[in-house]
């Protein structure tokens, strides 16, 4: 493990909490605490500081209502402590860790735990206030870590910045436990009726509407019918009790589903106790109670929301249905409640894809991971000007332009992995979620034209093609993009776009005037006008760049050079896209990207010595571009 002990985190919770959220803060800051400091502070005494201290993690108590009292108290804290970063659990901790950013001066981060559209369910006035306040607080911090890609994915479909959130998995300790003693004897004192023949369903969550624990029984009821032997037991309490047991007693199996209530003394007896784990939330993001099953080896049945399908993989190690869908939960139950072996090997899978992808450590080495790149970004050099922005066909669902995308986006990560980046989308919320990248719409045009003003790069990327066959459209709106980017005062690429065919005189006129003025070396190289012909460019062998019919065209490739590769262009010479004249141009080589500018200098020098255009010149010299292409290959 790679020493972290410079780091100093420190968390802010509630103290109140329960559920995954207690889970996840209490394991996560055990086995931090191993490797950085990782300190506490819980707004208010109780049960879940008390766990903390006896865990041996550090936690101290910073309560009252006094809003402004606690942020000076806490930034003396942070001051005098020397932390370095801010991690909030909660509404009320998000809430005063976006108080913290302007006098601590350093980043704050929060995880998400649950959908806090979805946490005050059936409480309008708590949604009104505390709902409300948390979502504001969300919005004013620095970075946000989700508990599932899913939750991510929510959030930044919400409108969050998409390149200020992490995903992070709730892990355990897959340390084989020690025996829980006889099963049925536990299971009766929770007032279970159970036999030795009994396959016992069990569910550990708050009786609240989120849970939906009306179709768990219904699901139970039906599957009941067909498979006798099965029983339902419930651990937990909330609102609903009262209504989910006269909804058991209605359906006629009051007999065989137990409320057991909370279950004190830890888990591990009550999940050792079952043959099959089920959950029936209407939202989850990445449950613990599901990964605590697969710990016991338990076939699992829950609905495929939040993170869920991560773990489990639908008639390989478990059962999804659809939130609410009570018919397809029941005959999933009564397919295991009736097949011993299926059950046992659903279990064996789901534990060993569980204890491999989704262990305590995996969740600590990803946090560490994220502290670790939230801090170098804070420490980023403020710039006047910074990033990129990316403009072509994307977000049209064409999979070949959405591939140079991705090219682009890695080869700019690679050259700053903290770099803004902005891409302009005919679908924003689609490019922004699979990207996680800042997105503007096509037709934003006061939207991008700020961009560029903060921009350093301006990047006409594939799909951007160039031409006036189709559409003149497509043409007008690339040429009109490049000159904006370049009034702004962004350095301005072309990156695997194509260009041309251009027919109309005065649209190549257009498209020489600003493509000269982003490239600087042909324009400072003085060529008149004539000497070159028109160039076809394109990043892919089917682009409709049409690089092959072009006199002149040019196609992305890579050459090696000293055996690694390096960014080039195969040269098509003599190409003739005319109506019965059609020829596919031969090729030359590869040039590097480098030495394109140089070699189109060199032709159109060549060219204008001799007196003549491009055309008549090539009539005479049909291997002149060959033969000044060959220093460059």
């Known amino acids: 493990m790679k020493v972290w002990s410079f780091m100093k985190v420190i968390h802010l919770i509630s103290g109140g909490d329960s559920g995954g959220a207690k889970t996840h803060v209490l394991s996560l800051l055990q086995n931090l605490n191993q490797v950085i400091t990782a300190q506490l502070v819980c707004f208010r005494d109780g049960p879940f500081a008390e766990e903390a201290r006896r865990m041996g993690i550090p936690t101290m108590i910073c309560g009252g209502n006094n809003i402004p009292r606690q942020c000076r108290a806490l930034t003396k804290i942070i001051h005098d402590g020397g932390y370095q970063l801010i991690h909030c659990h909660g509404s009320r901790a998000n809430m005063v860790g976006a108080l913290l950013r302007k006098p601590t001066g350093l980043p704050v981060v ?62 355990i300790d897959f340390t084989p436990p020690p025996p829980q003693g006889d099963r049925l004897d536990y299971l009766r004192s929770l007032g279970a009726d159970v036999d030795a023949d009994s396959v016992v369903i069990g569910i550990a969550a708050r009786l609240n509407p989120v849970k939906d624990m009306s179709t768990l029984i219904r699901g139970f009821a039906k599957a009941h019918e067909s498979c006798k032997r099965l029983r339902l037991v419930i651990a937990g309490d909330g609102e609903e009790r009262e209504k989910l047991g006269d909804l058991a007693k209605e359906l006629g199996v009051e007999k065989e589903v137990t409320f057991a209530g909370w279950i004190s003394g830890g888990m591990d007896r009550f999940y050792a106790a079952l043959d099959i784990n089920a959950l029936t939330s209407l939202s989850e993001t990445f449950p613990y109670a599901l990964t605590e099953g697969a710990r016991f080896h338990l076939a699992t ?26 018919e397809a939960l029941g005959s999933y139950l ?69 591939a140079i995308l991705e090219a682009i986006l890695q080869e700019m990560r690679s050259i700053d992995p903290d770099m803004p980046i902005t891409v302009l989308s005919k679908d924003p919320k689609a490019t922004r979620l699979t990207y996680r990248v800042r997105t503007v719409g096509r037709m934003d045009i006061l939207a991008w034209k700020a961009a560029m003003r903060r921009a350093r790069l301006y990047i006409n990327g594939g799909g951007s093609l160039i031409q006036d066959v189709t559409s003149r459209r497509s043409l007008w709106f690339y040429l009109h993009n490049i ?22 005189e005065e649209h190549r006129r257009l498209a020489s005037n600003v493509l000269n003025a982003c490239v600087d070396a042909v324009r400072r190289a003085g060529i008149p006008d004539g000497a070159l012909p028109q160039v076809h460019i394109s990043g892919c062998p089917s682009s409709c760049g049409t690089h092959q019919t072009g006199v002149l065209g040019f196609r992305g490739a890579s050459r090696l050079v000293d055996g690694k590769p390096q960014a080039g262009f195969l040269l098509f010479v003599g190409g003739n896209a005319h109506q019965g004249q059609e020829t596919m141009g031969r090729e030359v080589g590869v040039l590097l990207e480098k030495d394109v500018p140089a070699y189109l200098i060199d032709l159109g020098r060549t060219v204008a010595a001799s007196g003549q255009d491009f055309n008549t010149w090539f009539k005479a010299n049909p291997k002149g571009p060959d033969q000044i292409a060959e220093k460059y290959l």
């Not at 991560?310 to 008639?315: A, E, P, V």
């Not at 390989?316 to 009570?326: C, S």
């Open 301 to 326: 049945v829950a609905t495929a929301v939040g993170g869920i399908p991560y773990l489990i993989d639908q008639n390989v190690n478990g059962y999804l249905f659809t939130a609410g869908d009570w």
């Open 110 to 171: 929060s995880t998400v735990h649950s959908d806090y559209k979805l946490d005050y369910m059936g409480r309008p006035f708590a949604r009104l206030t505390f709902g409300a306040i948390n979502a504001w607080a969300l919005r004013h911090l620095d970075y946000r870590i989700g508990v599932s890609d899913a939750m991510v994915d929510l959030l930044i479909d919400r409108g969050f910045p998409p390149d200020k959130f992490y995903a992070i998995y709730n892990g």
């Open 334 to 402: 009564a397919a295991l409640g009736s097949n011993d072996s299926l059950r046992h090997e659903m279990g064996k899978r789901l534990y060993e894809k569980a204890s491999s992808k989704f262990s305590i450590q995996s969740t600590v080495d990803t946090q560490l991971h994220i502290y670790r790149e939230i801090l170098r970004r804070h420490n980023r050099p403020a710039k006047e000007r910074d990033g990129v922005v990316i403009c072509g066909a994307y977000g049209r669902g064409n999979a070949g332009d959405d």
């Open 483 to 504: 000159r904006a980017a370049h009034k702004s005062g962004c350095k301005v690429q072309m990156y695997g776009c194509g260009i041309g065919p251009v027919l109309r």
